[in-house]
T-cell receptor
Framework: DAKTTQPTSMDCAEGRAANLPCNHS???????VYWYRQIHSQGPQYIIH???NNETNEMASLIITEDRKSSTLILPHATLRDTAVYYC????????????FGTGTRLTVIP | SAVISQKPSRDICQRGTSLTIQCQVD?????MFWYRQQPGQSLTLIAT?????????ESGFVIDKFPISRPNLTFSTLTVSNMSPEDSSIYLC????????????FGSGTRLTVV
């Protein structure tokens, strides 16, 4: 079962920061927060993941609240190519290793 | 990260027939998974392909309908058997490493249409 809640859709102006929220209030201590995105007609693409601390890579930043019950994925300068469905997933590092996908957030970047 | 080659990329099949989808990885991986994505829907895990043993199926999926092979650490197949139009979906292979905090890589998928 998906353990996350995300808004169904969001719009963002091109060049602006896109902030995608995710609630994971039942997250366990050994579960990481992962973000993937799926551009139309492609397989999901890994973006970033984190446990407690905020993380940043060349694609995005991940902000995790201190209580770990929610997080925000930030695309600092959204482009039209960032239009996709973004999935927030929690996964433990032990036990079952599969990913359970929720419904995700459909982000539309507007010119 | 691993590079996945998934074949075929798409196919149109007659009902009652079977289709085998191949997933080839360019490096040895511990974990291999098969997902289904029905039109307009999110991804649903079908099964975990275990090397050298029977696959582990999720609720609602059975071996007779979706037999899976995994002869080694770089290859797996998923067969969709006795197809009906309801099986029209995108089928995706995913791979990763055991444990830790590694991300998973997905293939580009097989778009199946059953007529």
């Amino acid at each position: 079962d998906a353990k996350t809640t995300q808004p169904t859709s969001m719009d963002c102006a091109e060049g602006r920061a896109a902030n995608l929220p995710c609630n994971h209030s039942t997250i366990s201590g050994n579960e990481y927060v992962y973000w993937y995105r799926q551009i139309h007609s492609q397989g999901p693409q890994y973006i970033i993941h984190g446990l407690k601390n905020n993380e940043t890579n060349e694609m995005a930043s991940l902000i995790i609240t201190e209580d770990r019950k929610s997080s925000t994925l930030i695309l600092p300068h959204a482009t039209l190519r960032d239009t996709a469905v973004y999935y927030c997933i929690v996964r433990a590092t032990t036990g079952a290793n599969n990913l359970f996908f929720g419904t995700g957030t459909r982000l539309t970047v507007i010119p | 990260s691993a590079v996945i080659s998934q074949k075929p990329s798409r196919d149109i099949c007659q009902r009652g027939t079977s289709l085998t989808i191949q997933c080839q990885v360019d490096s040895q991986v511990t974990m291999m998974f098969w997902y289904r994505q029905q039109p307009g829907q999110s991804l649903t895990l079908i099964a975990t392909a275990n090397q050298g043993s029977e696959a582990t199926y999720e609720s609602g999926f059975v071996i007779d309908k979706f037999p899976i092979s995994r002869p080694n650490l770089t290859f797996s197949t998923l067969t969709v058997s006795n197809m009906s139009p309801e099986d029209s979906s995108i089928y995706l292979c995913s791979v990763g490493l055991t444990g830790g905090s590694y991300g998973y890589t997905f293939g580009s998928g097989t778009r199946l249409t059953v007529v």
